[in-house]
């Protein structure tokens, strides 16, 4: 019979999902793939990423979405940048192909900063990341000056209600309510923000289906 998780497993899995390392990073990075599959493709397709696009995503995970993206249209750059060293070699095992035709890039990142030249790229996206930013507005303020002037930024984030009732977002989360993602869009001086609700059926870290209500919040550069 299975063990009861203990509150150092659920620290364990919060620390994990936060920056995947050691000898479980290939079946975090799964797991974490299987759930926000669903998220990430409705971010993709909600960019409406164009010709020749320079497209950033911030936490990209093992990366087994990526061609999908990559199949949005024609001459796209990727680039993903992540604060796990070990999460990114992962990511470039699985889309070696890609990466070999030059159509990837990925960058180590320190989660506070990101190390590209001014409006770089016409669209950035990331999908439950915002958890885990130390300082939610200058990250943003970071984010909008590699943004080209009039570029998309997409935020998929899951409702603090839902979020609240999962046993390891106690430890190293920060969570929030859609005004509050919105007020910080804004303030770090991003236009014509608009937002989408969803709700997905997953499976929880137990094996069990959970229904989750989530966001895609859009802003413009």
């Not at 990423?49 to 999908?68: A, D, F, Q, S, T």
């Amino acid at each position: 019979m299975k063990s009861k998780p203990t509150e150092t497993d659920f620290k364990r899995i919060a620390e994990q999902l936060a920056c995947p390392s050691g000898e479980h990073r290939i079946k975090i990075g799964e797991m974490m793939h299987a759930s926000n599959a669903g998220m990430t493709h409705v971010a993709i397709d909600a960019l409406n990423i164009g010709k020749n696009e320079v497209v950033l995503e911030i936490g990209h995970g093992n990366g087994r979405h990526i061609n999908y993206l990559l199949e949005k249209n024609e001459n796209i750059a990727y680039y993903g940048a992540d604060i796990s060293p070990t999460i990114i070699n992962e990511a470039k095992k699985v889309n070696e192909h890609a990466l070999a035709n030059g159509r990837l890039h990925f960058q180590l990142t320190d989660g506070t900063t990101l190390p590209f030249a001014d409006e770089k790229f016409d669209k950035v996206f990331t999908v439950n990341t915002i958890y885990f930013w130390n300082d939610p507005m200058g990250y943003l303020t970071e984010i909008k000056r590699i943004m080209r002037s009039n570029g998309l930024l997409v935020i998929a984030f899951a409702d603090k209600g839902f979020m609240e009732k999962l046993p390891f977002t106690r430890y190293g989360f920060t969570l929030y309510n859609l005004e509050e993602v919105m007020h910080l869009i804004a303030v770090a001086g991003f236009k014509n923000v608009k937002t989408i609700a969803k709700s997905e059926r997953i499976a929880d870290n137990t094996g069990v289906e959970v229904e989750r209500s989530y966001y895609l919040v859009e802003a413009t550069a």
